[in-house]
């Protein structure tokens, strides 16, 4: 029994672990998205269900023997894709294909193998426990999901603040190894133990595995299905508007399992009288929150708030599904069907949504389907108060109150959509485009990308090309460029938005721009006339770190990284790698400028320490803004070779803040968590 149960933990926990260690090594390959957490999430739940599958066809077998070598071989081959790295060799066979099946492919070459290895593990032992052990196994799903909460936590918690990517990829695979001796151990001695018979529990017993009723069936998928679009949903949020760290990708899942175990370890716990009230609040405020943008001002808070409500929510749907669970002997065919509602919930948000949907319905959907599946489930019910059926007026309640919740959502929709010009979604996120009058009284049209502004143009006549928002006369890029002299200057901007930079676009100048995400650049040469009215402009289509790696030195007299989606910066263009390149392209005596505006992040560290590293000075500009004008407040690092910075106007100017002992960022090392704000 205690080999069983550290098998199924020890599988558990790798299984999990792995998840963020693998799309973290990803990460710097799609450009730091946090859309490519969404599709790893997608890939580990369909590769979860392949798991399930093999287990519920190993436990059906009647040769166990044949059964144990199948699953022993499985681990076996899984040995020779240790360790896990991504391969530059299937990364360039693929590079024609759409970049979330790209993600899949990567992922299903990397760390395919071991993780269906490791999937099948948990229900097939589970199986062999319902077979030959007295009691039931169902306690050993809840310790499998304390494992997996465990392993999620630990990776940014433990692993990486203290070690590399590479690291990393070695423990996990010498840990691997060491599973892979207990599994067969566990396995060997179950063959021995299933010899001998042991009475049979009643819930054991073959009448008790009768075919569950079909309505329970369609829950055991409808559920999950409801919570995992719910995850990815959150996830996405945090990700997009926070920062794609796996502190982030992490915490929601393992919450998420968490409440596997809270439902599936005690049958008591869960009671529908004392959820529902906090289930009905927890849906109403990501109702609201899902068109409100976290300010940023309590970052913690906002978080947290988004979590625990949706931490209430999933408590709920797996509390239904705890009710439904059928008899032992079915409980391979019940984790299949579950693993079907976990894949489809992350494929709506991952691959139908973007398809489906031009802008950001993911997560309104979620919260209607799981009043929907709330509403079915207690529709099988029967209750009865004081010798009165209640039925009918508890099915009315329920089904206007969804129905006014798909209402709330219809109805936000249909206004956003009223007042904007242009809304489209990519692998990259939503944008829209919005002619609107300011509180100030500027007519402006704004390019917004999931809850941020990425830049505006005034439609006032004579108005037209003054630059506003982050990137002002009064802004630390802002005076970057009225401090240039006369002679034609070459820019370099990672990052393009509404091409607002080109605003500053002389006679003679040029202004190479680099953008990833094609339908950025379609959106700023139609809806805004920056790049239109800078005849030296041009644009890079890729990810910069890749295109600049592969170009000859540019020669920038100045270089701006402004890259950035929603509040998310990709870390991949601020490690000490990136700052090499930087400085490659760079002519003698230029300038670096990084746009570090961010309501969670406080990257000034992250920018001053690997400017001190390569033997340069980092300034701090701030600026608070001018609503009369458009402008927003703003926070740029300036980094230059000299001891001064060449501004007509330093005010809001100091030395970058370089603490010591912070550690510098590298592609191998990165600790998002120590610059929350």
């Not at 692993?159 to 590479?166: F, T």
């Not at 003054?466 to 370099?492: D, H």
């Not at 091409?499 to 006679?507: E, F, K, N, Q, S």
Request: net charge positive; hydrophobic share 50%.
């Amino acid at each position: 029994m205690k080999l069983l149960a550290s098998t199924v933990f020890l599988s558990a926990l790798l299984l999990f672990l792995v998840e963020p260690l693998v799309a973290r090594q990803l990460l710097p390959l799609f450009g730091g998205t946090a859309a490519v957490w969404l599709s790893a999430l997608l890939f580990f739940q369909a590769a979860l269900l392949g798991g399930y599958l093999f287990a519920d066809w190993l436990a059906r077998r009647q040769s166990r023997k044949a059964a144990l070598v199948l699953h022993l071989l499985l681990l076996g081959a899984a040995l020779l894709c240790l360790p896990l790295v991504p391969s530059a060799r299937v990364q360039g066979a693929i590079a024609g294909l759409p970049a979330t099946l790209r993600v899949l492919v990567m992922l299903a070459a990397t760390v395919g193998l071991p993780f269906l290895a490791l999937s099948a593990t948990g229900p097939l032992l589970q199986a062999y426990w319902a077979r030959a052990l007295p009691g039931t196994p169902y306690r050993l799903y809840a310790l499998s999901n304390l494992a997996s909460a465990l392993g999620l936590l630990a990776h940014p918690i433990l692993l990486e603040r203290l070690l590399g990517l590479r690291a990393q990829s070695l423990l996990w695979s010498a840990s691997f190894a060491a599973f892979t001796l207990l599994c067969a151990a566990a396995s060997l001695r179950h063959a021995r133990d299933a010899a001998t018979p042991v009475p049979a529990a009643p819930e054991l017993a073959p009448e008790a595995a009768q075919p569950a009723p079909a309505r329970d069936r369609a829950l055991w998928v409808f559920l999950p299905f409801c919570s995992s679009a719910l995850l990815s949903s959150v996830t996405s949020d945090l990700t997009l508007n926070v920062a794609p760290m796996p502190l982030l990708w992490v915490l929601p899942l393992a919450l998420y399992l968490l409440t596997f175990v809270a439902t599936f370890e005690r049958e008591g716990f869960y009671r529908r009288g004392a959820f529902f009230p906090p289930f009905a609040v927890a849906l109403a405020f990501l109702g609201w929150r899902a068109r409100e943008p976290l300010r940023g001002e309590h970052a913690f808070f906002e978080i947290g708030s988004e979590l625990c409500a949706f931490t209430v929510a999933a408590l709920v749907c797996h509390g239904e599904l705890a009710r439904l669970r059928p008899a032992p002997r079915l409980l391979t065919r019940f984790y299949v069907r579950l693993s079907i509602g976990g894949a489809l919930g992350g494929a709506f948000v991952a691959v139908l949504a973007p398809l489906a949907f031009r802008t950001d319905l993911e997560l309104p959907i979620s919260l209607v389907a799981c009043a929907l599946a709330f509403t079915f489930s207690l529709w099988r019910e029967r209750p009865v108060l004081r010798g009165l059926p209640v039925q009918r007026v508890l099915r009315a309640s329920l089904l206007i109150g969804v129905v006014l919740l798909g209402g709330i959502v219809g109805l936000r929709e249909v206004q956003l959509r009223q007042k904007t010009l242009f809304y489209a979604r990519s692998f990259y996120g939503s944008l829209r485009v919005e002619n609107e009058r300011t509180d100030a009284g500027l007519s402006m049209r704004t390019l917004v990308h999931g809850t941020t502004v990425h830049g505006s143009e005034r439609l006032d006549k004579g108005h037209e090309l003054e630059v506003t928002n982050y990137y002002s006369r009064t802004s630390g890029i802002g005076r970057v460029f009225l401090a240039r002299g006369g002679a034609p200057q070459k820019v370099g901007v990672v990052g393009l938005g509404a091409g607002i930079l080109a605003g500053y676009c002389r006679p003679g100048d040029t202004y190479h721009f680099y953008e990833i995400d094609p339908l950025i650049v379609r959106v700023a040469r139609e809806y805004f006339s920056f790049l239109r009215r800078c005849a030296g402009a041009d644009v890079a289509l890729g990810d910069a770190r890749l295109v600049m790696g592969n170009e000859a030195a540019q020669g920038f007299d100045l270089l701006v990284v402004d890259a950035f989606s929603g509040d998310s910066v990709p870390i991949h263009l601020l490690t000490e790698e990136a700052f090499a390149l930087y400085q490659r392209h760079l002519k003698p005596g230029g300038i670096l400028a990084m746009h570090v505006s961010n309501r969670f992040l406080d990257l000034e560290p992250v920018v001053s320490t690997a400017a001190k590293a390569a033997g340069l000075t980092a300034w701090n500009a701030f600026d608070q803004g001018n609503a009369n004008e458009g402008a927003v407040a703003s926070q740029w690092i300036l980094v230059g070779a000299g001891k001064e910075m060449p501004l007509l106007d330093k005010t809001g100017v100091k030395r970058g803040r370089a603490p010591e002992g912070f550690r510098r960022w590298t592609d191998d090392y990165v600790n998002v968590a120590a610059v929350l704000d």
